[in-house]
């Protein structure tokens, strides 16, 4: 069975960092765009950020750019969010997810992890 399982989420102060991984449990995924999306209480889920299969392509919410970096290891079937200069208002369950072709369009992505908590304190 695909899985995506997430993990580094936590409770950070503002202007602290975290790193997210996603790991994939098969090889298919190498070749799998892979995005982050997030969702925070009371908000639809939105874009955070994807890069393509290669890693020669990413793209950022204007919210995150600057501060997110999205960047993926194929050999360890694993992507990564790099997020520096963290807000409360990044709080949020963050999800990965992979597809073949889909980019920024969450509706288009046929994989998801389960999700991590990030918590930014004040």
């Known amino acids: 069975q695909v899985q995506l399982v997430e993990s580094g989420g936590g409770l950070v102060q503002a202007g602290g960092s975290l790193r997210l991984s996603c790991a994939a449990s098969?090889?298919?995924?190498?070749?799998?765009?892979r995005a982050w999306f997030r969702q925070a209480p009371g908000k639809e889920r939105e874009f955070v950020a994807a890069?393509?299969?290669?890693?020669?392509?990413?793209d950022y919410a204007d919210s995150v750019k600057g501060r997110f970096a999205i960047s993926r290891d194929n050999a360890k079937n694993t992507v990564y969010l790099q997020m520096n200069s963290l807000k409360p208002e990044d709080t949020a369950v963050y999800y990965c997810?992979?597809?073949?072709?889909?980019?920024?369009?969450?509706?288009?992505?046929?994989?998801w992890g389960q999700g991590t908590q990030v918590t930014v304190s004040s």
């Open positions: 098969v090889r298919t995924f190498s070749v799998y765009n």
């Open positions: 997810a992979a597809d073949q072709t889909a980019w920024g369009r969450q509706d288009e992505y046929d994989y």
């Open positions: 890069i393509s299969w290669s890693g020669g392509r990413t």
